[in-house]
């Protein structure tokens, strides 16, 4: 009897034991992460200014958002810098993985090479592209140090253009991590599948459009949660590469979000659209979430 019950405890012990050590970090992650959030959207139905205040007002800092012109401005930017961004990674990703999945030399060169830059932070990234797109030390003088003197790229000055500076560090970043995601897609197919296609009289055409990319539907799914991800956050490359500008025409919610709490000393709206961001990315979540889960049922 002594020795059925040693030998239960310590089977309860050891269920036990992964909760106890687990606890204290989830106890953290529900306070410091998902008690904010809660604290976040209390704080857009208040009055608060400079600092937090808890005079109720509803639905007033909302309907003020939506009338400001700087936050029309964000949005139509976010809306141009994700649609691009996805797109124009998501092309580059997979043609950069079709190309290393042909089992070429030097990938194993090549791979770390694309991956390179998602090591880096978005503040390197924008600081080393300011530098490079900078009309007075970075390319544009380059080309006239070589005698180019009618080349102009003077984009990251220009308000209508800047944002698409935006877009192209961006995408610089984060095409190799698409890549990866892809090549690791293409690595899993069957090919079994493959070899039964071309044994049909499949072309190499035929053999991705109506099977490979169809099989990579998970991969596509997953770069564009985590491209979204990234583009509706992206206030340290904006702030890095332009600060917003030239006045206010790279601003993103993310920014517009800072500088309305910390800055203009209006954080009910500040939240208010801290919340709105959060819907955003929740709509994408979700339904991603819901589709894994349900799959795998």
Same mark, same amino acid.
């Given at each position: 009897?002594?020795? #059925?019950?040693?030998? =239960?405890?310590?089977? !309860?012990?050891?269920? @036990? +034991?992964?909760? *106890?050590? &687990?606890? /204290?970090?989830?106890?953290?992650?529900?306070?410091?992460?998902?008690?904010?959030?809660?604290?976040?959207?209390?704080?857009?139905?208040?009055?608060?200014?400079?600092?937090?205040?808890?005079?109720?007002?509803?639905?007033?800092?909302?309907?003020?958002?939506?009338?400001?012109?700087?936050?029309?401005?964000?949005?139509?930017?976010?809306?141009?810098?994700?649609?691009?961004?996805?797109?124009?990674?998501?092309?580059?990703?997979?043609?950069? #993985?079709?190309?290393? =999945?042909?089992?070429? !030399?030097?990938?194993? @060169? +090549?791979?770390? *090479?694309? &991956?390179? /830059?998602?090591?880096?932070?978005?503040?390197?990234?924008?600081?080393?592209?300011?530098?490079?797109?900078?009309?007075?030390?970075?390319?544009?003088?380059?080309?006239?140090?070589?005698?180019?003197?009618?080349?102009?790229?003077?984009?990251?000055?220009?308000?209508?253009?800047?944002?698409?500076?935006?877009?192209?560090?961006?995408?610089?970043?984060?095409?190799?991590?698409?890549?990866?995601?892809?090549?690791?897609?293409?690595?899993?197919?069957?090919?079994?599948?493959?070899?039964?296609?071309?044994?049909?009289?499949?072309?190499?055409?035929?053999?991705?459009?109506?099977?490979?990319?169809?099989?990579?539907?998970?991969?596509?799914?997953?770069?564009?949660?985590?491209?979204?991800?990234?583009?509706?956050?992206?206030?340290?490359?904006?702030?890095?590469?332009?600060?917003?500008?030239?006045?206010?025409?790279?601003?993103?919610?993310?920014?517009?979000?800072?500088?309305?709490?910390?800055?203009?000393?209006?954080?009910?709206?500040?939240?208010?659209?801290?919340?709105?961001?959060?819907?955003?990315?929740?709509?994408?979540?979700?339904?991603?979430?819901?589709?894994?889960?349900?799959?795998?049922?």
């Amino acid at each position: 009897m002594a020795r #059925a019950a040693s030998v =239960d405890m310590r089977t !309860r012990m050891q269920e @036990l +034991l992964p909760k *106890i050590v &687990l606890a /204290p970090s989830f106890a953290l992650v529900l306070l410091f992460v998902y008690g904010f959030i809660a604290f976040t959207i209390y704080l857009s139905f208040t009055d608060s200014r400079m600092l937090p205040s808890y005079g109720w007002e509803g639905w007033t800092n909302y309907s003020k958002l939506f009338r400001i012109r700087e936050w029309d401005t964000a949005i139509t930017n976010l809306a141009i810098f994700a649609s691009l961004y996805i797109v124009i990674c998501t092309i580059i990703g997979l043609m950069l #993985a079709i190309f290393l =999945d042909q089992k070429i !030399r030097g990938e194993g @060169l +090549l791979r770390p *090479i694309f &991956l390179y /830059p998602m090591a880096l932070s978005f503040i390197v990234t924008g600081t080393a592209w300011k530098w490079f797109l900078d009309p007075g030390i970075g390319i544009e003088n380059t080309m006239h140090l070589w005698g180019w003197e009618s080349f102009e790229f003077g984009w990251i000055k220009d308000r209508n253009m800047a944002i698409y500076t935006i877009v192209i560090a961006a995408v610089w970043q984060s095409s190799g991590f698409v890549m990866a995601m892809f090549l690791a897609g293409l690595r899993g197919i069957d090919n079994e599948i493959l070899k039964a296609a071309q044994m049909d009289g499949a072309s190499n055409w035929q053999l991705y459009r109506r099977i490979i990319i169809p099989l990579l539907r998970p991969a596509f799914l997953s770069a564009f949660v985590i491209l979204s991800h990234l583009a509706i956050k992206s206030y340290d490359l904006v702030i890095a590469l332009t600060g917003g500008g030239p006045g206010n025409a790279t601003a993103v919610p993310a920014t517009f979000m800072y500088s309305y709490t910390f800055t203009r000393n209006q954080m009910g709206i500040g939240a208010a659209s801290a919340v709105i961001m959060l819907m955003t990315i929740a709509a994408i979540m979700v339904p991603y979430l819901y589709a894994e889960l349900r799959e795998k049922k």
